[in-house]
Nanobody
Framework: QVQLVESGGGLVQAGDSLRLSCAAS????????MGWFRQAPGKEREFVASISRSGGIRNYADLVKGRFTISRDNAKNTVYLQMNSLKPEDTGVYYC???????????????WGQGTQVTVSS
């Protein structure tokens, strides 16, 4: 198994940038495809971005494409989500996930972090 810890969330203004980090335990980090999801109050968890084991394949939700960038540093066992041009609609709890059998459905991931809050004010 792998344990994931997200960090980097906070309160920002619309148009600002924020970088989330997801630190993974274990020596098998490079064996896992990784994803970022988010959940707003009263809404279902939704896909944000995913990245393949080597980092060569990246997928994004339409709502964040062009603004967000997912990356990984396997030497540091860390996945990042660079968020630019943030909008109030981006507000939510952001979760890091590992072990993708797919790329956009939450049930396709095996391991999850505790989440980090991102709040974007207008």
């Amino acid at each position: 198994q792998v344990q994931l810890v997200e960090s980097g969330g906070g309160l920002v203004q619309a148009g600002d940038s924020l970088r989330l980090s997801c630190a993974a335990s274990g020596r098998t980090f490079s064996s896992y495809g990784m994803g970022w999801f988010r959940q707003a109050p009263g809404k279902e968890r939704e896909f944000v971005a995913s990245i393949s084991r080597s980092g060569g394949i990246r997928n994004y939700a339409d709502l964040v494409k062009g603004r967000f960038t997912i990356s990984r540093d396997n030497a540091k066992n860390t996945v990042y989500l660079q968020m630019n041009s943030l909008k109030p609609e981006d507000t939510g709890v952001y979760y890091c996930a590992a072990g993708a059998r797919g790329w956009w459905r939450p049930e396709e991931y095996d391991y999850w972090g505790q989440g980090t809050q991102v709040t974007v004010s207008s």
